[in-house]
């Protein structure tokens, strides 16, 4: 799994796994944790590695049951526009996106 136990998608868990590789260089990329609040996209969380950014957005979400947790952007330091987005399954009641079907993730710690 992940230093911090979680697991949202096996998409997700990839990533993770590429980031504890040597060939993740950390600084090239940074990790945005979105979520809804009112009908718009917010920032949760930035981070260098997608496991401590996940462990941050859900922590934020978890505080708010008016922010549900959406997606995570990708993006290579100095562009504008996320090289991948990771939709995220439900998390505590609240919608990921409308078409998503992956399982719940499973939190083990925090």
């Known amino acids: 799994m992940n ?3 979680l697991h949202f998608t096996d998409q997700i868990d990839k990533e993770m796994e590429w980031i504890h ?3 993740f260089q950390l600084g090239s990329y940074i990790y945005m944790g979105m979520g809804r609040l009112n009908g718009r996209t917010v920032c949760l969380s930035v981070a260098y590695k997608i ?3 996940l462990l941050k957005a859900v922590q934020f979400a978890s505080e708010d ?3 549900r ?3 995570i952007n ?3 330091v ?3 526009q996320p090289e991948i ?3 995220l399954p439900a998390l505590n009641g609240s919608l990921a996106s409308a078409d998503s079907k992956a399982q719940d993730p499973v939190i083990k710690s925090q």
């Open 21 to 23: 590789s040597g060939s």
């Open 85 to 87: 987005r990771f939709d």
């Open 78 to 80: 100095g562009h504008l």
């Open 69 to 71: 947790l959406h997606h």
């Open 74 to 76: 990708k993006v290579k």
């Open 3 to 5: 230093e911090y136990e």
């Open 51 to 53: 496991d401590y950014c």
């Open 65 to 67: 049951a008016n922010v």
